[in-house]
């Protein structure tokens, strides 16, 4: 009998533990490790960065779901791997035992690699925001409803050695209706390509050159 343990239970650790559990036989046990005791719909942090999704929408608690397959869940974070003796060390200091370890953690987000960048809660220097989890998107919020009433211009991009850059690209789609139905005289920047340090603008018609307005009223009026 082997015990499988998958670190992690985002978008790959929840599938992957679903689909082993179906292809396995019975006597064979798994056990999902998470940070955190809820999954969280990464894709749509974007939407509750602008007010289009409630935190509520997009999480789930996960040992329900999991444990009527069959499939334990321990909702601590892991602190050290002993991959010599098969170990997992747990937040506490509790160890875990695998047989076979699958690690679909995903990225750690590395604020320090960037002096400034990051929201302060999560050890940034507080100078720049993120979406990168639904704790990050609904500080942004807080931010961006206090922006509407004084807006500026605004630059999303990703930073140097960033591994996922759909969200620099996905956002301004959201934004502008938002910041057009507060009647906000903008622009948005945000990176032309992942490897390219040059700007390009968003604006109603797409990528481009933008008018210096998201509202149409005001676009058609330039």
Known sequence: MAHIVIMGAGIGGMPAAYEMRELLEK??????????????????????????REREQITVPIAPYLERKGIKFIPKAVT????????????????LD????????????S??????????TSGGGGFTHSICSVDH?????ADYKKFLENPGPVVIGAMPGASCFG??????????????SANC???????????????ATWDWAGWGTASPCWNPKCAAAT
């Open 111 to 120: 604020f320090n690699e960037v002096p400034g960048a990051g929201p302060a």
């Open 167 to 180: 969200p620099a690209y996905s956002s301004p789609s959201s934004w502008t209706p938002t910041c057009a």
């Open 137 to 141: 998107a609904q500080e942004f919020f």
């Open 185 to 199: 005289a903008t622009r948005c920047q945000s990176p032309t390509s992942p490897a390219s340090p040059t700007l």
């Open 80 to 95: 050290a791997i002993d991959a010599t003796a098969n170990r997992l060390t747990l937040d506490g200091g509790d160890t």
């Open 98 to 109: 695998y047989d076979y370890l699958v690690i679909t953690t995903g990225p750690k987000l």
């Open 27 to 52: 006597e064979h046990s798994i056990t999902v490790v998470n940070s955190t005791d809820y999954f969280q719909f990464v894709p749509s942090n974007p939407w509750i960065a602008v007010g289009w």
